[in-house]
């Protein structure tokens, strides 16, 4: 599962039940969550009781999956629990047996089918095809926006970016800053620790962090939740280059155009239109296809999806001088967060990275792992070419020296599990926090562990409770 799919998952795990009825309803919504976020063994189980009206055994369900992918098998069907996709029938005087909920089943029918007049998948407006924004400006729009946020955060550190007078509106300012992304002292404005995180991540997964962080504000703004995120849904089921309709808009997703205008995933002529545009950070939303590379790369790169925009363009040598082939302002201010930069041609960059620049980056939040992943991800094809180890050893050996100079001890917050009766009892749900990646630390002698999230190991727990009792 992709790090914008596992970010939206643990927001929807934190919606009450009625809120995934209201979100359901909608055959946008059913088949954006059954693309993006079920993996190949939940479709296959869903699709198999799609048509089935009947509570499904688990001795039939099991007959899709191998012996020995049986752990398989429970993490798919533990993630259709947490998203309420699958219920459990109630009868303990029969074998344990699923149901798909409704009304996700019955939308997800509709959805595949085409059924209905429920216009959950956007209404064509009626403006002329000579009269459409073409493709390449919507790009050029959501580039500008959203490259505008990514110099906001970076480029007011070290260099000023020149984003073509694309405007940074105060909403979007007071988000990033409320997400955490941005540390905001008096006029200054500094990126923190899961800001230059965020800033490498791929394109969907950063949309995706300040959409959850718009969700968590929607309250606030008197916007309804589900209603926000039935649009976003909609959104990503949306054709590029078309204009859609306003009118069957609720108050909230009307709102909710010029919010998302300010981000770059909607564009309008003017805020008095009939009609909007989803722009390409809009229409990959729910679909991996065609998925933008890492912002850090350059956005206007990434829309355009050439083969030559995958290369590296980060040299570093072995005395710590730095050379990047770019002349992109986004890159160049991302480097001068931990390099101090000397000398600057027209597609090219030099500089060394110091003690005291890499300490500044430290001290700003960046860890030494994060500027070692960046200079390992756009290292020179060059480096890659010609050593086995694509960075030298002794930058990356010092990167971190420096790092722990000031840094003794490190933090994790978490649950810790102990007492179990038995080895077995133990092991089970410790290799299921490895499996789901939020095991941090075991102990096999005293039979301990620590994990980073709680809820589903507790759903595991409870599962294996379950079988015991009904194997008697």
Known sequence: MSASSNRLLEY???????EFKRLYAQPSTALAIFRRMLPPLSKTLVMAMLYIPRAFPIADLETFVRQESRRDQEHAVDLLERLQILQRTADPKKPRSFLLTNP??????????????????????????????????????????????????????????????????????????????????????????????????????????????????????????????????????????????????????????LDLGDLGIIYQDNSKSDHYYPTRLATTLTSDAGALRSSSAGFGGALRSSSSDDKGFVVIETNYRLYAYT???????????????????????????????????????????????????????????????????????????????GERMKTTGGFLFKDFASEKEYIGPCEYARDIGVLVWRNDKSKMFFVTRIEQIAAYLKNQRERRREGG
């Open 12 to 18: 929807l795990e934190g919606l009450p039940h009625r």
């Open 327 to 405: 002349s992109s302002p986004l890159q160049i201010a991302i480097l001068s967060l931990f390099a101090r930069l000397i000398t600057r041609y027209p597609n090219m960059v030099s500089g060394k990275m110091t003690r005291d620049s890499v300490r500044r980056a430290i001290d700003m939040g960046i860890t030494g792992d994060q500027i070692i992943d960046f200079l390992y991800t756009h290292a020179h094809p060059q480096m890659r070419k010609n050593s086995a180890a694509v960075l030298p050893p002794t930058v990356v050996d010092q990167i971190r020296l420096w790092q722990i100079e």
């Open 104 to 257: 996700f089943a019955a939308s997800l029918r509709q959805a595949l089918t085409g059924a209905g007049h429920h216009k959950s998948f956007g209404v064509p407006s009626n403006a002329e095809s000579q009269h459409l924004i073409p493709i390449n400006q919507l790009d050029e729009f959501a580039r500008s926006q959203w490259e505008s946020i990514l110099g906001y955060m970076v480029g007011s550190t070290a260099v000023v970016l020149g984003n073509q007078g694309a405007r940074l509106s105060n909403s979007v300012k007071t988000l990033l800053q409320y997400g955490g992304l941005v540390e905001v002292k008096g006029v200054s404005v500094g990126i923190t620790q899961e800001g230059f995180a965020f800033v490498l991540q791929e394109v969907n997964a950063q949309v995706w962090t300040v959409l959850i962080l718009y969700l968590d504000s929607a309250e606030q703004l008197s916007m309804d939740k589900v209603d926000v995120l039935s649009f976003l849904f909609m959104l990503g089921s949306l054709e590029l280059g078309q204009s859609y309709s306003k009118n069957n808009l609720t108050d909230t997703q009307s709102q909710m155009l």
